[in-house]
């Protein structure tokens, strides 16, 4: 026993020192392992638990929850706006809204046995009832035609104005109309209502307005009550449809001019292998020759300006500071320093940018022997829309949960005044119905008290309230963040292990795999499911405080607090920071699992290690990748950005000939569609692209410190980088 765990410290000790010291030769390694085993599996249990649960509750809220609730308006009598009987009325009209701002009267006698908790129109007495469309037209009982007048359900449109009078007394009928129009789906006053002047009281044909207890209605009054959201929501609503349409007519060109991105992506990548020195020697060139000319400038204005007097002062005029000899001086010296520092950063690290540019080089070269590999985002890119939208619509329908309660099913009630029976009350028959009746149905005793009681409520009733509903919303929140970087983790890995296939391919493109994106999407969904979701949840974890802090600081607004809003934004930069660092560390993590294939925790210590021990090829193999990365996305997103303008504004010659005249109300709104569109196909391509540089960059690595370049230990890496590191292959010594 004792020789056994000797021998076990002895092996734990070797391990600690592998992960420190440089790799060794292994006779046996020829790339992404094959035997390999499952890894992180009480994760993965764990992941898949928490999934079930987040499918769970997905069901409960689409069972409990009807998201018409939340987007059409309910009026006096419970009834639905824009569904069941009511279909061709779906807007809300309110009698008197000066009633509603104010909060003034006593709820409507005929509700008295109406449950009005998940009603708006309880805190709104007057009354309100669903119509086909709202107003476009000023009504006042003395003066307009009776005909017009708009009254309850169950009341008879008035023929006289004695008529309308007594009916607007007794609330039947709204005690007068102006002009209005839908802002989400309630009847608000137009802005030609406010025309008529501030303080003053509104008049129709001569007659000031009134309500039915003869008060006249002022202009100022409805403008305190509502104008201060209604504007707004008026000018948002009318862009909106707009650009809505203008979207709509056009969506052919913005798909046409996406399938142009995805096209001059993918060449531009190809091309990157003969480019990207070009491309990165020319930015030096032009980096060196705009700060020379910046210090021949800034010396110039101070020569010019020496003889001059001036007193530095604190303006806020900055062309005051422009005519002072000290202004030019300063930023004068200033572009030199950088300039200097620059050119011997320059001297120093030549031979690691030149590896940097061979790598990136070489990342083209790989894509050229795996062109599949470009259309791999693809995948998890159409995961996460459909991710996107599961917990949108869960997300939706829980919010809902507490506004539909036992209404699940029935979207109209049976009330007398409605004169209708029970046979009008409309009952879904599909699949929510169903599992809304089988939650129903569920053994438990919803008169217990504490938890147990209100869990019970909650699940048969669907009356959860608030607090609950907060908290199944915070979970599906976290459960959105875990998955959607797990769905990342899972197209890392799989690029990871496709392009160590090429790397470590000895004879390319002779050794590379027949499927390098298949076998290695394969061996990740068999084997890593665990280690990919752990690296999610480290990530999950830290966006999920962010939202948090976000949301507690979105409270904090306006408040005079200084000192707690100063402490919410320096944990909100620092989770942000730490979101980054943890991103960081499990890309290069995957890439070592997708390799070696062991768990999560070694494999990001064996990664961080190996970075570790080559710090300064790191920092400048990163950088020049991020920089060679922006400028292609810039190039790529303008020049399709520009050629769309060109095209929707018709400045294009000819265009007429080509592409039918579209009728736009803006023309920058698809275009700016087409530029949005261009980034993420721009984006999801260089992905590919990074993390293809980064893969072959740990593999470049350790391929130096496992080989030497003999028969035995050879290298795998190119020859452009050999000639680079002045290192070479030795031929196999003949035999006798």
């Not at 005909?147 to 607007?168: E, F, G, H, L, R």
């Not at 800034?298 to 422009?322: N, R």
């Not at 607090?467 to 976290?478: E, G, I, K, M, P």
Request: aromatic share 14%; with cysteine.
């Amino acid at each position: 026993m004792g020789g056994k765990g000797s021998k076990t410290e002895k092996e734990s000790t070797a391990d600690v020192k592998q992960q420190v010291l440089p790799m060794t030769f292994d006779p046996t390694f020829k790339g992404p392992i094959k035997n390999r085993s499952c890894t992180d599996v009480p994760c993965c249990i764990v992941f898949l638990v928490f999934i079930v649960a987040f499918i769970a509750i997905a069901v409960f809220a689409f069972a409990k929850g009807d998201p018409r609730y939340l987007i059409y308006p309910i009026d006096n009598y419970g009834n639905l706006c824009g569904t069941g009987r009511f279909s061709d009325k779906p807007y809300l009209l309110y009698f008197n809204l000066i009633e509603c701002a104010l909060g003034t009267g006593a709820l409507p006698k005929d509700l008295k046995n109406v449950d009005l908790s998940n009603f708006q129109f309880k805190i709104c007495p007057t009354p309100q009832i669903c119509v086909s469309h709202c107003p476009d037209y000023y009504w006042a009982p003395v003066v307009s035609d009776p005909m017009k007048a708009i009254c309850k359900y169950n009341v008879t449109t008035p023929t006289s104005v004695s008529a309308s009078i007594d009916a607007v007394k007794v609330e039947d009928c709204a005690p007068f109309l102006f002009p209005s129009q839908p802002v989400v789906y309630r009847c608000l006053p137009s802005s030609s209502v406010f025309k008529q002047g501030r303080n003053v009281t509104m008049t129709f044909n001569g007659t000031e307005l009134t309500d039915r207890n003869n008060v006249t209605v002022s202009v100022n009054q409805l403008e305190q009550a509502i104008l201060n959201f209604t504007k707004e929501l008026n000018v948002v609503q009318d862009y909106g449809i707009k650009i809505l349409g203008d979207v709509t007519a056009s969506w052919w060109l913005i798909l046409v001019f996406a399938t142009i991105a995805m096209f001059v992506s993918f060449l531009w990548i190809v091309l990157l292998r003969w480019l990207a020195g070009v491309i990165v020697w020319l930015s030096i060139v032009a980096f060196t020759g705009l700060f020379s000319y910046a210090i021949f400038h800034c010396f110039k204005k101070y020569i010019e300006l020496k003889d001059s007097s001036g007193q530095w002062i604190v303006t806020q005029d900055l062309s005051y500071y422009a005519n002072l000899k000290e202004t030019w001086l300063a930023l004068g010296i200033i572009a030199a320093a950088i300039l200097v520092v620059t050119i011997l950063l320059l001297i120093f690290l030549i031979n690691r940018l030149r590896i940097a540019i061979a790598l990136i080089k070489e990342s083209s070269r790989a894509i050229g022997h795996m062109v599949g590999i470009l259309f791999w985002p693809l995948i998890p890119y159409l995961m996460q829309i459909g991710l996107l939208a599961f917990w949108g619509a869960s997300a939706i329908c829980l919010a809902a949960v507490s506004k539909t309660g036992l209404k699940a099913c029935s979207l109209h009630r049976n009330y007398t005044l409605l004169g209708g029976n029970s046979t009008e009350a409309q009952q879904y028959t599909d699949v929510r119905c169903w599992l809304s009746n089988e939650l129903t149905e569920l053994p438990c005793n919803i008169s217990a008290e504490g938890f147990t009681g209100a869990a019970c409520r909650c699940l048969t009733l669907g009356d959860c309230g608030v607090r609950y509903t907060y908290v199944l919303q915070a979970f599906q929140l976290f459960m959105w963040f875990w998955l959607m970087n797990f769905i990342s983790a899972v197209g890392q890995l799989t690029i990871a292990g496709a392009f160590a296939s090429y790397y470590w391919a000895f004879e390319k493109p002779k050794d590379i795999p027949l499927f390098p994106v298949f076998s290695s999407f394969c061996r990740a969904f068999r084997y890593h499911i665990g280690s990919m979701a752990f690296g999610a949840l480290l990530i999950a974890i830290v966006q999920f405080l962010i939202a948090i802090l976000t949301y507690v600081d979105h409270k904090l607004k306006g408040r005079e607090n200084i000192v707690a809003k100063f402490i919410l934004k320096c944990l909100i930069c620092c989770f942000y920071c730490m979101e980054k660092l943890l991103k960081f560390i499990t890309k290069n993590a995957y890439i070592m699992i997708a390799v070696y294939g062991k768990n999560f925790c070694i494999s990001a210590k064996n990664a961080f290690s190996l970075l570790l021990r080559n710090l300064i090829r790191v920092v400048v193999v990163d950088k020049v990748t991020d920089f060679l990365l922006f400028i292609s996305k810039l190039l790529i997103v303008g020049a399709v950005g520009v050629l769309a303008y060109f095209v929707v504004a018709r400045e294009m010659p000819g265009i007429d000939r080509i592409i039918p005249p579209l009728q736009l109300n803006y023309y920058l709104a698809p275009v700016l569609v087409i530029i949005c569109t261009s980034y993420i196909v721009a984006s999801a391509f260089f992905s590919i692209y990074g993390m293809g540089i980064d893969t072959i960059f740990l593999s470049f690595l350790e391929d130096l410190e496992r080989h030497d370049g003999s028969a035995e230990k050879p290298y795998y890496m190119n020859k452009e980088l050999m000639v680079i590191l002045g290192k070479k292959n030795k031929a196999p010594k003949k035999q006798a």
